[in-house]
Structure formats: C-alpha cells, structure tokens
C-alpha cells in the first residue's frame, strides 16, 4: 500500500546518502521499500528531476501479494471507466469434456465465435472476459460487456450450440451499480489455475483510450537494469558505494570512503544471497 511519505526525497539514513538518489518507481511515485517482493531495479537519469534514480520495476504477476492487489485496483477502476453495461456468465459443460483444460482450450476459442456473431448482429460488442473457476476446477467465464440489447436466448442458444452448455447469465449494469466493487470481487476471488496465466483478457476497444499526463511521464536516460530488489541496490548506494555488474549476478562494489572493494551476489533467483565478500584492497 502506497504510504504518506513523499518520495521524491530519499528516505532518512544514518548517514546523508552521498549520490543524488530519488527513489521511487516510474510509474506512481510509489516507496523504495514498499514494493513488490520480487522486484528488480532500474536505475536512470531523470531529466525531469535533473537527478539519478532508482526506480522498482515489480513483477507485475497477479499471484504476488504486492503486485495482485494492485494490478485488481488499477484494472478495475479502468473497467468502471470503460462504462460497461452488461455482466454475461457464461458456463461450460464438464460433461463434454475429458479434463478442464481441454474445456478452456475448446471454449475460449468458442468465445471469440459468439462475439463474431454478437457482433454481426448486433452491432458492437466489446467485453473484459475473467475466467473463473469450480471448486472441481472446471473454467467459466464472466464477461464485463459494452453493447446494445442482446436477447437472453440469441447468446443462450448460441453459445449452447457452440459448446453444449447452455447456461448463460446476463445482468444489465445500471448507472447506479458499482462495477468497480464488481470487477474486485470477481478478480479476488482468484484461485491458482494450473493451466493458464491467463485470468484476464479483453477486446481491443473494450478500454477507453487513456491520456497520459506528459509531467508524470519521466524523462530516463543512461538507463541500466539489475537483477536485484531495489532496497539492496538501494542500500549499497545510500552507504557511499557504487556498484558495477561483473556477471549477470555478481555486482562489483566500490566503496569510496574506504577504499573497498567487495562482491555482491545475487541468487539465481533475483534474491540477495551473501551481502557483502569484503576485502579490503589499497588503491
Ligand atoms: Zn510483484
């Protein structure tokens, strides 16, 4: 959760930090320690500041404990955004299917269809489909639909025709209604899904096209990535040394006040391994 602090000035340390760093990410001002767990650095020069950055760049997955909660909140509030008036449940027939993956493979394609037809019909039919699924793993879906009228039976029988399941749901959102609590409760609701990373997928014009504010988008350059979470970059910057890569997961760091030189490694993982192999070397 992003917190009170501003992060356009570094945090307080022991010692003043002897590089200009800001720390923040690119995209939302957020904190160098209140990020992703799994996160990795960038660090850049900023013209928009006139200062080095060191920025967090998250792993974006929707199981990480940071990144999931996150990604739900900004997905739906552009789902409100897109001002879509229909929820459609659309179920699969476990029966015709061996397994449920091999159910996902055949409707998801099947879905595309109904949306030709829907389409061809009745006129534009845009929709963020979030697959769900049954305590006995068997996939569902729930559209977040913007379109004309559609007959409950035209999409029923369709869609019956297509996959053998004929159970198909459509409520009208009214104006009143808060999609955004909507689109969270669906996405929370998340389980792990063996077969697919694909939870959530939408039609090329389903969001409203967003205007990006130039001040919010910085200028980088000089722009080096680490494998590493940005607290440990962090860290060794903010105590007075400077790193260099040697191997992808081995930095260099020179310390300037005591002339050391040591080596960070970095596991396999991204993770911070061993801190520090110091050893002292006269310069
Ligand atoms: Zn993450």
Not at 88 to 108: F, S
Request: proline share 6%; with cysteine.
């Amino acid at each position: 959760m992003p917190t009170e602090q501003d992060s356009t000035t570094p945090p307080a340390t022991k010692e003043e930090p002897t590089s200009e760093f800001l720390i923040g990410s690119v995209e939302d001002n957020e904190l160098w320690l209140d990020t992703c767990p799994s996160a990795r650095t960038l660090i850049a020069y900023s013209f928009t500041h006139a200062a080095w950055l060191l920025c967090a760049l998250p792993c974006k997955r929707w199981g990480c404990r940071w990144c999931g909660p996150k990604k739900i909140r900004g997905l739906a509030f552009k789902v409100e955004r897109a001002e879509p008036n229909k929820l459609i449940t659309l179920t699969v027939n476990p029966k015709a299917y061996l397994e449920p993956r091999a159910a996902y493979d055949h409707t998801r394609r099947k879905l595309a269809d109904l949306a030709k037809v829907i389409r061809k019909t009745r006129g534009p039919f845009e929709y963020m489909r979030v697959l769900e699924i049954t305590k006995k793993g068997w996939p569902h879906y729930h559209l977040v639909a913007r379109s004309g009228y559609i007959p409950q039976a035209m999409i029923s029988d369709t869609w019956a025709s297509m996959t053998g399941a004929p159970i198909v749901d459509i409520r009208q959102i009214r104006k009143c209604d808060k999609v955004y609590a909507y689109v969270i409760k669906y996405l929370s609701k998340q389980q792990y899904i063996p077969w697919t990373n694909r939870r959530v997928s939408w039609t090329k014009h389903f969001f409203k096209e967003e205007i990006k504010d130039p001040e919010t988008k910085w200028k980088l350059i000089n722009k080096t990535r680490h494998l590493e979470h940005p607290a440990a970059v962090a860290a060794c910057i903010m105590d007075g040394r400077v790193l260099t890569r040697i191997t992808p997961t081995a930095f260099e760091i020179e310390d300037h006040y005591n002339d050391t030189i040591g080596k960070l490694y970095i596991s396999e993982a991204g993770k911070l391994n061993s801190w520090l192999d110091r050893s002292r070397r006269a310069r």
